[in-house]
Nanobody, 117 residues
């Protein structure tokens, strides 16, 4: 059982990155999926979440990323994505994905995003 985040890198302000969160050993579609980030010297922050446990999708976005980041999922690929547009230096952080249910949570290892000119 594993959850793997990938897609981080070094980009310039205004650039775009897409992070992936791929599950193995379990069906990601049965879980709510969330992205968190931890910037240097700061507390971990919830970035975005999708919960469709009630049969319809509910999304959450932190105010700091609203309108710029989009979370999506492809259950056939057992993968969730975080599309990050118009990146800012303050988006620099290690990004983590989490799969959550009432029974079990899984965390992926982080992927580093650096936004710098």
């Amino acid at each position: 059982v594993q959850l793997q985040a990938s897609g981080g890198g070094s980009v310039q302000p205004g650039d775009t990155l897409s992070l992936s969160c791929t599950a193995s050993g379990f069906s990601l579609g049965d879980y709510a999926v969330a992205w968190f980030r931890r910037a240097p010297g700061k507390e971990r922050e919830a970035v975005s979440c999708i919960d469709d446990s009630d049969g319809y999708s509910q999304y959450f976005y932190a105010d700091s990323v609203k309108g710029r980041f989009t979370l999506s999922r492809d259950n056939a690929k057992n993968t969730a994505y975080l599309q990050m547009n118009s990146l800012k230096p303050e988006d620099t952080a290690v990004y983590y994905c989490k799969a959550a249910s009432t029974i079990m949570d899984y965390w992926g290892k982080g992927t580093l995003v650096t936004v710098s000119s």
